[in-house]
């Protein structure tokens, strides 16, 4: 039997559940998961679907996940909930040189009104600070349960930073997700410290290398902080960053180290990790503890873990992206704002960051494989405490868990499954081959500590957003629409040399490409330097539409799998934030990264040699998630739209008029 939402009454109904625990494991592939469920491997996924149902779950276009999980929590696709991908682009930046500018889709900073500040010399203190705002339009599931009175509790979930108001008589406690930044406003910036690097260092994507020199053993370091937000200039009119001193001595024999940072003293030998240590970034403003007496803030505080990767013959060591610390965030990252303090004192700090698998690191060779599967464990590890105690604690309403290692290892070890991989390396063989099966199977343990609370009034629901393939070959589409005469560069010898399309002529380019999976049009009207009206539109993405479809590998395999005009998918979009496009490729095939940013390689397909190696950014229907729950699953073809109208149904709730979806369960 098939549950539409108008099913139900204008009014609600009866509560059938006294409690709803949704799992949501990103990237779980139903092929793997059948596969170890056939095997005995995963008996409690095996334990839930003979008590309900297992069946595939229908991915967002594009599935990517901050697309999927936007579609879960409003139960409506991108054309109302306005995401469309992890990158967005701005078509008529103002106050910019740029032509178009990419930005975060998730969320952005609305800035502080400096001009509302107490002068102080140089330095100026705002009487109003800067603010953190969703883009994620639409409804939410959360605020129509607690409208009704309905407890949730939501951890981790993407795109619940910055975190969301209570409305309502229900409690919300929310603990945010993919999309909270760093201390730096970044998404994750690693620092390694090492006696062998180049004179100063050197920077790369996602993190730098830094020269550290030590007499007769010792040496200091400056960990950089985030810009001073007292003087943002320095006087020689630079960037004012702060910085933290770090104090290392190395055991002239034994391997290891002393790392003291302010009052805090840690012993670290070759290979082992920190505890979270704090860090105060101080911002040297004059009269600080005056300033401080008066609750004005003087410094900003943060929270770090160190890894000795070396002792000698060199010293390398590993400091993590500079965190929010939950005891007290720079920036609030939970509903209530004690809830992230009060977990962090119950059970230690956490990792804060939105992504804080530090998959860059792995790609840079700051971490290798080993380290980074010990980072992802800490990682895991500390999620799963904090789940633990949600469950222990949620005796009734909605409990949503979020568990992002998944994907994130998936996206990193795909290639040590894959055989003709061209990334896989000789040398390692089959050593990390086992790497994901044994992910999936933890994720099995934790839904067996869940069962293991349920009461029979209790449901619940496991899901993924999508599923998993391997990325062997990058597609530069910016390449093809240049080759195929869609751009036109201003300086042809300088291609592959700048990102964000800043060779780009805008007077002679039809098309471009930025994000993973959207092509866009330079449209008149649209576009800070649009030339095509709008009555050319539709010719032109025909006609871009076949050649795509037509392009063929070196050795003939399709790269393109469908192309989906967003006007017929998503006719109600958003024109300035919604690509005119999105393009689904066949597996095995991605956008580069160099699309990503707007990038314009040489050569249009080129082999993936990165760690980098699985991907889930292709045609969607090829990709479905999973979905497991306690009681049958009554509709044969569920999609993530139908997600929060079920929840809401399990309450007796009405799913407000803009959600899709339908409800699942019998």
Known sequence: MLCACDDLPRSGGAARHRRVVVLAFDGLDPRIVRGLMDLGRMPNFTE????????????????????????????????????????????????????????????????????WALPLGAWRLPLSGGTAKSLRRGPTFWDALTQRGTDVGIYHLPGTFPPPSAVGD???????????????????????????????????????????????????????????????????????????????TRDPESAVVKIEVGDELILLAEGEWSDWVHVDFETGIPCSTALSAMQAPTSIGGMVRFYVKQVHPELRLYASPANLDPIQPANPISTPRSLARDLARRNGRFYTTGIPEDTKAL????????????????????????????????????????FGTPDLVQHMFWRDRDPDHPGRLPEQGDRYADVIDNLYIRMDQVVGETLATLRDDDLLMILSDHGFTTFRREVSINTFLLENGYITL?????????????????????????????????????EKYGIISTEERQSLLDEIKRKLMDLRDDDGSRVIEKIY???????????????????????????????????????????????????HCIAPHLLPG??????????????????APTILGAFGVKPPAPMKGRLLLA
């Open 363 to 402: 790609s840079r060779g700051a971490l290798n494989e080993d380290e980074f599967l010990a980072q992802t464990d800490l990682v895991l590890t500390e999620k799963i405490r904090e789940y633990h105690s949600a469950l222990t604690e949620s005796d009734r309403g909605c409990l949503f868990s979020y």
């Open 565 to 615: 005009p967003v006007s017929e998918l998503y006719p109600d979009a958003d024109p300035h934030i919604a690509p005119d496009m999105i393009i689904g490729y066949a597996e095995g095939y991605r956008a580069s990264w160099a699309t990503a940013l707007g990038g314009i390689p040489r050569e249009i397909i080129v082999d993936n040699r990165d760690r980098w190696s699985g991907t």
């Open 48 to 115: 839930v679907a003979q008590r309900g149902g297992f069946t595939s779950l229908a991915t967002s276009t594009p599935p990517i996940t901050p697309v999927a999980f936007s579609s879960i929590i409003s139960g409506t696709d991108p054309g109302t909930h306005a995401i469309f991908d992890f990158i967005h682009r701005d078509p008529n930046p103002a106050g910019s040189s740029l032509a178009v500018t990419p930005y975060f889709s998730l969320a952005t900073t609305v800035e502080a009104k400096h001009d």
């Open 170 to 248: 229900g409690q919300l406690r929310c603990l945010a997700g993919m999309g909270t930044p760093d201390l730096l406003g970044t998404y994750g910036e690693f620092t390694v410290f090492a006696t062998d690097e180049r004179k100063k260092g050197r920077r790369v994507g996602g993190g730098k290398f830094v020269r550290l020199d030590l007499t007769d053993h010792h040496g200091t370091a400056l960990l950089e902080g985030p810009v001073n937000f007292l003087k943002e200039l320095d006087d020689a009119g630079k960037p004012n960053i702060l910085t933290v001193e770090i104090r290392i």
């Open 626 to 643: 999973i979905l497991l729950a306690t009681e049958p699953i009554a509709v044969d073809d569920p999609t993530l739209l139908d997600i």
């Open 490 to 526: 201003i300086d042809p010898s300088r291609q592959g040399k700048t990102e964000y399309l800043l060779n780009v002529d805008w007077s002679r380019t039809i098309a471009y490409a930025m994000g993973l999976n959207g092509l866009y049009i330079n449209l008149e009207g649209r």
